[in-house]
């Protein structure tokens, strides 16, 4: 039998799901394939994870697979979720005196540098006729709460649970929806020879990706249980984020490409990328009839087993 490694890390969910479950291996086994996983710490190393062959799919956001492409890397998109705008967003204190992005300018601002966070800042700010290089962007971390608190920060752009507890504790507020900035989807995406040879394998992944999101959508108690066994924060938080999580999952298209193409067009504007990049050369046309084969063949084995315990 053959082998896929899929690469896992915390901060992509669906990805966390399936390799806490079967479904990934079940999808495969028809094909001759067995999976292999790879946990790593950060969805930044993605790129080069799947350039050095240590795995051969992964998963992040939007701004990952803009900057290995626009380092020469060969990615290749294989999918992405419907949009996710509640991930999270720019927070602040409630008695804070940034009252919109523009009073950003000069303030520290801590994010996940290099993920879709970098992507929601460099929107937001570009909007406001700021440069990134105006803000004082610096990494966050477990403290970055505890930091805008004591006014050592600007703002904080949190996320998942940590986003849930900060806003519904009052100890932040959202001085932006992430939905006025960008969809923030997590995407799904291989090097380009996985991409021109395994179309029908990565299909079922995408395929199992579905199912395990739907899985948590049907049980959000259990998939935040799942989350916070293993990597720590509140049952409830976990439960709340699972919730306000859409979990469908869709072929590369057109309309993608253009939203990603948008979101590559800010980051090369304000510097962040060094340079700038066609979205569409990350792309495998004949792909995406592969992975909606496996998506299809994943609902479909669903609808049998929904009819068959009715």
Sequence with gaps: MSTITIGVHANNPALFLLSHLDLA???????????????????????????????????????????????????????HSDPRPAHGTLLVTPDSDVKSVADLRGRKVALGIGSWQTLLLAVALDRAGIAFDEVDAVGSGPDSLAQLQAGELGAWIGQG????????????????PAGDLITNPSLWFTRRDVAE????ELGAVAGALEDAGLWAAADPRAAAELFATNEGGEVEAWEAFVRRIPWTVNAIGAPFVAEQQAGADVLARVGFLPRAVTVADATVPELASYVEAGLDAAREARAHQTAATA
């Design 161 to 176: 649970p940590e986003h849930v507890a900060a806003t519904r504790s009052g100890a932040a507020v959202e001085l932006v």
């Design 197 to 200: 040879r395994r179309g029908t």
């Design 25 to 79: 291996e079940r999808a495969l086994a028809p094909l001759g394939v067995e999976v292999a996983w790879h946990r790593y710490t950060g969805g930044t190393e993605t790129g080069r994870k799947l350039v050095d062959g240590t795995i051969d799919v992964g998963g992040t956001g939007a701004t990952p697979p803009i900057s290995d492409q626009a380092n020469g890397l060969p990615v290749v998109y294989v999918a």
